[in-house]
């Protein structure tokens, strides 16, 4: 089979061919133009897996919450204008004659990890991808749990700071405005600008910076937080990281270390590992809706 894989981001739509066992063929990126929206968008997509030849399916990953059955967005993503209500299955199926299967971005990365990371055994286990914001995806027994309407693991809008940062979302103290990788980010270009990336602000930290280091373990208390919670409520055997920030191992080994000093012991046997998938997870996760 060739399947294509779509992953829409704020700032890139990755492409690419994959087969059924997640083998690429190709992979290719383009632009999201934000400011013209989601017809603009949905129609470079068309132009570009045009290109790509005979096709046997197309999978696509993307922000917002979404009805899979339907193939529509029920809201979408605040950063890209018009895709609230567009009935995105309907439009690439009438255009390729192909099936069509839409999934939330996070979910997705989480069944890409299942089915095509370097890990066995993933059936009960929790994703958490730090970026802009923070969303999640909660897989048990091998499957998504979608929750009553299919919108569940908006981890990034627990509260944990009661009355605290505004979101975009509207509430206050969310757990994105404190430990998201834009947060952290944020807050070191007071102290420099230079520190325009997570993987820079680590560097720094694994140098030794003063300045750096008691703003990193501040964020990394954060982040700690919220995954302490999940892990009471879930009981996870693993918990998997996403973003780019998580694949720095220092990272990942101090939020392992923080959280089993913080939970309860007999919780202790929750592994905590970063996603082995990279800017593909996106792109597996949408090809595994059709393996």
């Known amino acids: 089979?060739?399947?294509?894989?779509?992953?829409?981001?704020?700032?890139?739509?990755?492409?690419?061919?994959?087969?059924?066992?997640?083998?690429?063929?190709?992979?290719?990126?383009?632009?999201?133009?934000?400011?013209?929206?989601?017809?603009?968008?949905?129609?470079?997509i068309i132009d570009q897996v045009t290109l790509f030849g005979k096709i046997d399916a197309i999978g696509i990953s993307m922000p917002g919450q979404l009805d899979t059955e339907k193939g529509t967005v029920i809201q979408g993503p605040v950063n890209i204008p018009n895709f609230t209500g567009l009935e995105i299955r309907n439009i690439l199926t009438e255009q390729f004659n192909v099936p069509v299967a839409i999934i939330n971005d996070v979910d997705a990365a989480a069944l890409g990890e299942k089915y095509f990371g370097k890990r066995d055994h993933l059936t009960d286990f929790l994703f958490v991808a730090y970026g802009t914001g923070i969303g999640g995806a909660i897989v048990q027994n091998g499957k998504?749990?979608?929750?009553?309407?299919?919108?569940?693991?908006?981890?990034?809008?627990?509260?944990?700071?009661?009355?605290?940062?505004?979101?975009?979302c509207g509430q206050s103290g969310c757990y994105e405005r404190y430990a998201s990788t834009n947060v952290l980010v944020r807050e070191a270009q007071r102290i420099s600008k230079q520190y325009d990336t997570g993987e820079a602000i680590v560097e720094a930290y694994e140098q030794g910076s003063n300045m750096i280091q008691g703003l990193v373990d501040t964020w990394l208390e954060e982040v700690v937080a919220g995954l302490v919670s999940l892990?009471?409520?879930?009981?996870?055997?693993?918990?998997?990281?996403?973003?780019?920030?998580?694949?720095?191992?220092?990272?990942?080994?101090?939020?392992?270390?923080?959280?089993?000093?913080?939970?309860?012991?007999?919780?202790?046997?929750?592994?905590?590992?970063?996603?082995?998938?990279?800017?593909?997870?996106?792109?597996?996760?949408?090809?595994?809706?059709?393996?």
């Open 1 to 44: 089979m060739r399947i294509i894989g779509i992953d829409i981001g704020g700032t890139l739509i990755k492409l690419g061919i994959f087969n059924e066992l997640g083998e690429v063929e190709e992979t290719t990126t383009l632009k999201t133009d934000k400011i013209r929206g989601a017809q603009t968008i949905i129609t470079d």
């Open 144 to 168: 998504i749990h979608k929750g009553h309407n299919g919108f569940s693991g908006e981890f990034g809008h627990m509260i944990t700071h009661v009355g605290g940062r505004t979101c975009n």
């Open 231 to 291: 892990i009471h409520i879930f009981n996870p055997s693993m918990i998997v990281l996403g973003g780019g920030i998580m694949e720095q191992k220092r990272v990942v080994s101090e939020v392992s270390r923080r959280i089993h000093s913080q939970i309860f012991p007999s919780f202790r046997d929750v592994t905590v590992i970063h996603s082995t998938l990279g800017n593909k997870a996106g792109m597996l996760g949408a090809v595994s809706l059709h393996v």
